[in-house]
């Protein structure tokens, strides 16, 4: 696709039901039209399809306004539906103080600026993710997943009664915050419903002014690479990773809150993202790799790292042969998933060190003839963002593979890693689904940033023989990096690290709600029940920070589970800030980590048990 100036390439297609409408913001005018007489030349100029949304300072405020608002009335609770949409805000400044831009996000929602830096795009206004209310006016965030916010600036303002003057982001997994800066107050409780719950999260490479980050009912969070103006309360598992400003750590301090604070980030970078250059170009920006390192990537005023032309991208979308994806990427083509829902009767093949598939809008791949979705060949370099990979309803026994073979260099290099970032996994909810594993990573030197695999405990296709999945993530690799592990509701051990060198930073699980027997849900005879995290017997070295599993067995059986995590007792194996928690139901975790660590059951309800350091 060959990129035009901004006068030609900001026609917006909308396709929010019915026939598609065009907004073309070119120009001084700004008209709402029927769709133009070629649709072809859509298509070469913008090339993204109809539920890439392109949105210019130039068009009034008002028509800003309804186009979004359109989108958040369809979105807001199509939890499992097939629809995905981005919003991109081109550079400038969208609303005022006195009147300005405030919008909701929805399921499978990407607001981003495209600008080069955070602060190219400014808008005056919030944007805002709120809970969501059942007839009986019981409001949660628990469900609030799947919507990103990236790439701009906000401005505080806005809003009506409760909600009035403050930035709302009241979600849960897999709705990530990336290279945002705020200025005003930010909540992520929405405070303004009860009883608010929620259980997210992850913010990266973003800064906050104007007072302390409202932590609330967040049940856990992982900030990483940010900057902090003040951080309040913590429920059981706050974490901060090369954060400037974060709070002290303070995790298992009688009376203080369960902060676990890293002053820097061991490796970091940040997620590839599309802009728009000085002459309106699509490019698609790479950030750089650093190591050991604090605050943002942005804080000298430019990102380091790479741009590429959008010329070198193959860009898809749902009805694009899996065959013709795998000839352009064979073909040495870097790879844009626009958004929709892709079926694939073979998988995806990533065979070219360095290649980059940039999702958008949550794009979402499922296979449908029990094949894996992505194979990632013996390569280092990879780059994959904002995908969601969506169990079929025929066993794959996995879905994401990345590296072959264990033992052959493993693919990856340590100046050059392999980079998996909002990427999640759903086995069940939006239809049947099963699978062995979800993610399994062979390769070493993979960054691992922001990760959530799911095995749906509501939705359809859901039960224990329903949308079977025995494994969320096992990591061969050595040298592997995590920052954000949340991994939820499998069937055997949720997470196997078998890996030299490895490193996780926040690890959030909930194990499976549904075993229909402590038989059905046995590691052996002696042993009940599953760990949610294990590292293997032989890893010699592995360090794990601000890590908590949570049980909440709802079919009124006596389940236990003997232990949470399980490790090798060796000096080069250190884990740190470990906690368990019994949220409701029957049941009970007896210990923390390898039988040490008090017991959780009913009498012990949501107070988690604490282990600061193991061993």
């Known amino acids: ?342 079926p694939l009767a073979a998988p995806i093949v990533v065979s070219r060190p360095d290649t980059i598939i940039l999702g958008m809008g949550f794009a979402t791949i499922s296979p449908k003839l029990g094949n894996a979705a992505m194979v990632v060949s013996d390569v280092p370099g990879t780059k994959l963002s904002g995908v969601i990979f969506d169990a079929g309803p025929k066993n794959s026994p996995v879905l994401l593979q990345i590296g072959t073979r264990t033992g052959f260099l493993r693919g990856g290099m340590a100046s050059d890693p392999t980079q998996i970032q909002d990427v999640f996994f759903r086995i069940g909810g939006a239809g049947a689904g099963r699978t062995t594993t979800s993610l399994i990573v062979n390769s070493s030197h993979v960054l691992l940033d922001d990760i959530w695999a799911w095995r749906a405990d509501h939705g359809t296709g859901v039960g224990w023989t329903a949308n079977t999945a025995d494994h969320g993530v096992i990591v061969n690799g050595d040298d592997v990096s995590a920052y954000g592990l949340f991994v939820e509701h499998y069937q055997k051990t949720e997470l196997l690290w078998n890996g030299q060198g490895g490193m996780t930073v926040c690890f959030q699980n909930e194990m499976p709600y549904d075993p229909p027997s402590q038989g059905a849900w046995s590691l052996s005879a002696t042993f009940k029940g599953y760990p949610a995290f294990v590292v293997a017997p032989n890893v010699r070295t592995f360090q794990g920070y601000g890590m908590g599993s949570y049980s909440f067995f709802n079919r009124g059986l006596p389940i236990e589970a003997a232990t949470a995590f399980q490790v090798p007792r060796t000096p080069g194996v250190r884990m740190h800030d470990l906690l368990t928690v019994f949220l409701d139901g029957s049941g009970s975790v007896d210990s923390v980590i390898n039988g040490t660590g008090a017991a959780v059951a009913k009498p012990q309800q949501s107070a988690p048990s604490q282990v600061v350091s193991y061993p």
């Open 1 to 342: 696709m060959r990129a035009q100036s901004s006068k030609v390439f900001i026609v917006v297609a909308l396709r929010l039901s019915g026939p598609l409408v065009f907004v073309v913001a070119a120009g001084a005018s700004s008209a709402v039209a029927g769709p133009p007489a070629d649709l072809s030349a859509i298509s070469a100029t913008q090339g993204f399809g109809g539920n890439v949304i392109v949105l210019s300072p130039k068009m009034p405020l008002s028509q800003i306004q309804s186009t979004i608002d359109v989108v958040a009335a369809r979105q807001l609770a199509n939890q499992f539906g097939p629809e995905r949409y981005s919003l991109l805000f081109q550079p400038g400044t969208y609303g005022r103080a006195a009147s300005p831009l405030v919008l909701q996000v929805g399921y499978y929602t990407q607001v981003a600026g495209l600008g080069k830096e955070p602060g190219d795009v400014v808008i005056n206004g919030s944007i805002d993710v709120y809970n969501q209310c059942d007839a009986a006016q019981n409001c949660l965030a628990l469900n609030n997943f799947w919507r990103s916010l990236s790439n701009l600036t906000i401005k505080v303002a806005g809003g009506a009664n409760c909600h009035a003057n403050t930035e709302f982001w009241a979600v849960s997994q897999a709705a990530p915050m990336r290279r945002v800066a705020i200025d005003g107050a930010f909540s992520l409780m929405d405070y303004c419903s009860k009883p608010a719950f929620a259980s997210g999260g992850f913010i990266a490479d973003s800064k906050f002014t104007g007072g302390s980050v409202v932590s609330g009912s967040q049940q856990q969070f992982l900030v990483r690479n940010s900057e902090l103006d003040g951080w309040s309360n913590g429920v059981w598992n706050q974490v901060f990773s090369g954060t400037v400003g974060a709070p002290a750590q303070s995790f298992g301090v009688a009376g203080a809150n369960p902060y676990t604070t890293l002053d820097t980030t061991a490796v970091s970078a940040d997620a590839p993202y599309l802009y728009t250059d000085a002459a309106g170009v699509y490019r698609v920006m790479v950030p750089a790799v650093k190591l050991g390192s604090h605050g943002t990537s942005w804080a000298g005023g430019l990102t380091a790292g790479t741009s590429k032309p959008i010329t070198d991208f193959f860009v898809s979308n749902p009805k694009t042969p899996v065959a013709a994806i795998n000839l352009a990427l064979a073909q040495d083509k870097d790879l844009i998933l626009t958004p929709g829902v892709y």
